[in-house]
């Protein structure tokens, strides 16, 4: 008998004396689908569970697979393999009534004009997702990129609060982040005592500082920050040395804020499944048509992500009317529905532009 996984998903949760994981599969098989679970101590040898006792239609093999994971999450598994105990899923796809800035692109050429000009300071740029820190009402819950709740890392959040309300401002606040893991990686102090953090960009920077001084949690950390010509000198050679994701940059004041990346990354979307092969095939948008733009290996490590699944890649260029140059699996992009426009990818210059 043929059987198929359509889909799958593994939680975790490590807390006090407990490390556990669980897992499920939906399977396709003759005269339908099933649900299986395998669950125990982790390492160890997993339980086996069905929760279709007979083979069902897909709709409700999907509802059950689906339950399950909103069931487990909201007892504190997570995707996270680290096992960290989230927080905040119940309101979890809920509007956060917040609107975060993105950063605005800039060249290689404005950032080192930039670098002398003291009304600008500049931070490392975490390669993450965005996950903004809220206070509010008693409840603490992350913001990502679209402005939703999220969950959060529970010892993350609690260490943040707890370091706030040291400083002696009790009451709602939100922290601007990116989280890597379950390590959070806080760059901005936007509230804090339930009003607006005033003086501008690196005022509020200082006060951030402030707060982070007594850290000395191993998932909470300050985004490296250079304010002085030499010191945003040293911040670029070591991000170039370590070939990190970039460099962030804010006006003082405004705190109009840019971004310039060392190399070229966009989200494309898995359109097909290159059997035999661990790659991919993967597109993106081009005047709302979906068109590839290559095949990208997934490292043997990672699962191979599911056909509309959006990832991250490194390229170096993209070819006029075809495909990425030398594209590289970077990460699954979670926080966001569609993938990056045509229009939005660098393109080798070309004497004719071969697009429609």
């Not at 999220?150 to 002696?168: A, M, R, V």
């Not at 601007?176 to 003086?199: H, N, P």
């Not at 030499?230 to 370590?242: F, G, P, Q, R, Y």
């Not at 990346?261 to 005047?287: A, D, Q």
Request: one cysteine or more.
């Amino acid at each position: 008998m043929t059987k198929s996984i359509v889909d799958q998903f593994s939680l975790y949760l490590t807390e006090g004396s407990s490390d556990k994981e669980y897992h499920a599969d939906l399977v396709k098989e003759q005269g339908g689908y099933r649900v299986i679970a395998r669950y125990g101590r982790r390492g160890g040898t997993l339980k086996h569970e069905e929760k279709t006792s007979a083979p069902v239609e897909m709709d409700s093999a999907r509802k059950i697979f689906a339950d399950l994971k909103k069931a487990k999450t909201k007892k504190g598994y997570t995707s996270d393999e680290s096992g960290a105990v989230y927080h905040g899923h119940e309101n979890a796809g809920l509007a956060s009534g917040e609107r975060l800035s993105l950063l605005t692109k800039i060249d290689r050429v404005s950032l080192d004009g930039m670098i002398d000009d003291p009304d600008y300071f500049m931070q490392q740029k975490i390669d993450g997702e965005r996950r903004a820190v809220k206070s509010d009402s008693n409840q603490i819950y992350g913001i990502n990129k679209q402005n939703m709740r999220t969950p959060l890392p529970l010892e993350t959040s609690n260490t943040l609060n707890s370091l706030i309300n040291k400083f002696g401002a009790p009451g709602d606040y939100l922290v601007d982040a990116e989280i890597v893991g379950s390590k959070l990686y806080v760059f901005d102090l936007l509230r804090m005592g339930g009003q607006s953090v005033g003086g501008g960009a690196l005022s509020r920077l200082m006060r951030l500082k402030s707060i982070m001084e007594n850290n000395d949690s191993p998932f909470l950390e300050m985004v490296r920050t250079a304010i002085t010509a030499e010191e945003k000198i040293a911040l670029i050679e070591d991000v170039i040395t370590n070939d990190l994701e970039g460099i962030a940059v804010k006006e003082i004041s405004s705190g109009e804020s840019f971004k310039y990346k060392f190399y070229e990354e966009c989200s494309v979307l898995v359109t097909s499944h290159n059997n035999g092969k661990r790659s991919v095939g993967i597109s993106v948008m081009n005047r709302d048509i979906i068109t590839e733009v290559g095949n990208v290996t997934i490292p043997a490590n990672k699962e191979i992500p599911d056909i509309g699944s959006i990832l991250e890649v490194k390229y170096l260029y993209a070819y006029e009317g075809g495909s990425l140059f030398q594209p590289v699996y970077n990460k699954p992009r979670t926080d966001i529905n569609s993938p990056d426009d045509a229009d939005s990818l660098k393109y080798k210059p070309t004497s004719q532009s071969m697009r429609p």
